[in-house]
């Protein structure tokens, strides 16, 4: 069973950066798509940023320019990286995993950004 692990979340000064990681395991070979969704209080959860198999990205047009996402496949590890952050970044952040045409969601990790 595949199973996903976020970590690196925290409280942060608007203007500040965290990084979060999405650690995989259970999976023989490697995950295909990964990417980052945020849900905020009262809000749907939504895409943060995506990374294909292939290393193809794509991002919300609210973080383009300060979130970078990546992924070391040696390590069966996905990043956020999330620069100059915002009070309205503030949210659960949510790893998921395509693997064999099954999505895997992890357990959310908590960002708070204070003003």
């Known amino acids: 069973q595949v199973q996903l692990v976020e970590s690196g979340g925290g409280l942060v000064q608007a203007g500040g950066s965290l990084r979060l990681s999405c650690a995989a395991s259970?999976?023989?070979?490697?995950?295909?798509?990964m990417g980052w969704y945020r849900q905020a209080p009262g809000k749907e959860r939504e895409l943060v940023a995506r990374?294909?198999?292939?290393?193809?990205?794509n991002y919300a047009d609210s973080v383009k320019g300060r979130f970078t996402i990546s992924r070391d496949n040696a390590k069966n590890t996905a990043y956020l990286q999330m620069n100059s952050l915002k009070p309205e970044d503030a949210a659960v952040y949510y790893c998921?995993?395509?693997?064999?045409?099954?999505?895997?969601w992890g357990k959310g990790t908590l960002v708070t950004v204070s003003s």
């Open positions: 998921l995993g395509s693997y064999f045409g099954k999505d895997y």
């Open positions: 990374m294909t198999g292939g290393g193809s990205t």
């Open positions: 259970g999976n023989r070979f490697g995950m295909n798509a």
